[in-house]
C-alpha cells in the first residue's frame, strides 16, 4: 500500500507556471506506475499525464500535451507535474495516483491509490 501527498497547487495568472509535487509513502515507490488527474467543478475527474516506473515513459492528455511534463524521482519517492502556459482551463483540483503494474495505464478506475487533491487556479 501508498500514501500520496500533493502539494505545489496555487493561484496563478494565464501564461504562468506551476510544479506540483506528490511524496509517497513505503519502500516500494519504484514498483508502482504513477499518473496526474484533475477534475473541475462539475466535470468528470480526467487523464492528465502518467510515467513508467523506471520514468523512461510519459504519456499525456492531448489537452497538455507539450505544455505539461511528468517526471519522478524514485531515490526520493516523488513525482512531479512542471505546468507551463497554464491556462484558465487549466483550473482544477490535481490529483496524485498510484497503481503497482508493468504497462503504463491511462484511465482513472484502474488506479488504486489516490491523493487527497491540490488546487490549481489559472487567472485570466
Known amino acids: 500500500q501508498v500514501q500520496l501527498v500533493e502539494s505545489g497547487g496555487g493561484l496563478v495568472q494565464a501564461g504562468g507556471s506551476l510544479r506540483l509535487s506528490c511524496a509517497a509513502s513505503g519502500r516500494t515507490f519504484s514498483t508502482y506506475i504513477m499518473g496526474w488527474f484533475r477534475q473541475a467543478p462539475g466535470k468528470e475527474r480526467e487523464f492528465v499525464a502518467a510515467i513508467s516506473r523506471s520514468g523512461g515513459s510519459t504519456y499525456y492528455a492531448d489537452s497538455v500535451k507539450g505544455r505539461f511534463t511528468i517526471s519522478r524521482d524514485n531515490a526520493k519517492n516523488t513525482v512531479c507535474l512542471q505546468m507551463n502556459s497554464l491556462k484558465p482551463e487549466d483550473t482544477a483540483v490535481y490529483y496524485c495516483?498510484?497503481?503497482?503494474?508493468?504497462?503504463?495505464?491511462?484511465?482513472?478506475?484502474?488506479?488504486?491509490?489516490w491523493g487527497q487533491g491540490t488546487q490549481v487556479t489559472v487567472s485570466s
Open positions: 495516483a498510484a497503481v503497482r503494474g508493468l504497462v503504463v495505464v491511462t484511465t482513472r478506475r484502474e488506479y488504486d491509490y
